[in-house]
Antibody, heavy 118, light 108 residues
Framework: VQLVESGGGLIQPGGSLRLSCAAS????????MSWVRQAPGKGLEWVST???????YYADSVKGRFTISRDNSKNMLFLQMNSLRAEDTAVYYC?????????????WGQGTMVTVSS | DIQLTQSPSFLSASVGDRVTISCRAS??????LAWYQQKPGKAPKLLIS???TLQSGVPSRFSGSGSGTEFTLTISSLQPEDFATYYC??????????FGPGTQVEIK
């Protein structure tokens, strides 16, 4: 059971980037999946969550700029990030939430670094 | 949004010490609180759910308590591998969960 992120890198302010997260050992479509980020030297910040076919949720700081999605056939999760700002610089983690009993986030990827700078 | 505060933000302790970290919520969250351990360059690891339920494989020296707005993570006898940053997380208004600012535990 694991998650592996990719797609991070250096991008100029105002640019776009798409993060990917490949899941193995479980199905993304049957779980609540989230993106959590961590700015350098800072704490953890929830970014976005998606479940199955439907509802998506976003932190106010990224609403209207980021889009979470998944590809069930590939068992993958994505985060499309547009209009990037310097304050979006962070390690982005893909994660699985245990929602049946709200016990927490039990599986995390290794993270992918996004640096927004000119 | 529900805010979480942690205290202390930093603590220096020796191997074998008993360590206590507090987490306070800005409003009642019943027992929907989790604790994580994060080591440098690594992803967080879920230690405790529902304020006091130890996850499988987590050493019994870790324990959690509390409900409502006040929560505590205790390490009964600090081991070298426990030096890390610890975060609390509230799930009461999932999916808009929030994390505390973290407590860094360093070697004295």
């Amino acid at each position: 059971v694991q998650l592996v992120e990719s797609g991070g890198g250096l991008i100029q302010p105002g640019g776009s980037l798409r993060l990917s997260c490949a899941a193995s050992g479980f199905t993304v479509s049957s779980n609540y999946m989230s993106w959590v980020r961590q700015a350098p030297g800072k704490g953890l910040e929830w970014v976005s969550t998606i479940y199955g076919g439907g509802p998506t949720y976003y932190a106010d700081s990224v609403k209207g700029r980021f889009t979470i999605s998944r590809d069930n056939s590939k068992n993958m999760l994505f985060l499309q990030m547009n209009s990037l700002r310097a304050e979006d610089t962070a390690v982005y983690y893909c994660a699985r939430d245990v929602v049946s009993d709200l016990s927490g986030t039990d599986i995390w990827g290794q993270g992918t670094m996004v640096t927004v700078s000119s | 949004d529900i805010q979480l505060t942690q205290s202390p933000s930093f603590l220096s302790a020796s191997v074998g010490d008993r360590v206590t970290i507090s987490c306070r919520a800005s409003q009642g969250i019943t027992f929907y609180l989790a604790w994580y351990q994060q080591k440098p360059g690594k992803a967080p690891k879920l230690l405790i759910s529902h304020a006091s339920t130890l996850q499988s494989g987590v050493p019994s020296r870790f324990s959690g308590s509390g409900s409502g707005t006040e929560f505590t993570l205790t390490i009964s006898s600090l081991q070298p591998e426990d030096f890390a940053t610890y975060y609390c997380q509230q799930l009461n208004n999932y999916p808009r969960f929030t994390f505390g600012p973290g407590t860094q535990v360093e070697i004295k």
